[in-house]
């Protein structure tokens, strides 16, 4: 059974990092593309970043130059990397294998202006 367990989410003031981290199990971690979302109140699921089983990132315009998508096969993780963060970033930041509806539960992110 495939888990994906998101965490490192919190409550930070703009211009601030955090790191996320999504930990996969029960998957053939080294074969997957990974992909993380957000889901702000009230507005659409969107796509944040993808990293490619060989390790290729591809980013949203809205993050790109800011977030950092990355993966450690060693420990199955997925991370993303969030700095100068600013409000429109807040929201629950989801992780997926892509191409699958295999989602994790979500970590919160809230950035205060």
């Known amino acids: 059974q495939v888990q994906l367990v998101e965490s490192g989410g919190g409550l930070v003031q703009a211009g601030e990092s955090l790191r996320l981290s999504c930990a996969v199990s029960g998957s053939s971690f080294n074969l997957h593309s990974f992909a993380w979302f957000r889901q702000a109140p009230e507005r659409q699921r969107e796509w944040v970043a993808t990293?490619?089983?060989?390790?290729?990132?591809n980013y949203a315009t809205a993050v790109a130059g800011r977030f950092t998508i990355s993966r450690d096969n060693a420990k199955n993780i997925v991370y993303l990397q969030m700095d100068n963060l600013k409000p429109d970033d807040t929201g629950v930041y989801l992780c997926?294998?892509?191409?699958?509806?295999?989602w994790g539960q979500g970590t919160r992110v809230s950035v205060s202006a």
């Open positions: 990293i490619s089983s060989g390790g290729l990132p």
């Open positions: 997926r294998i892509w191409g699958t509806n295999d």
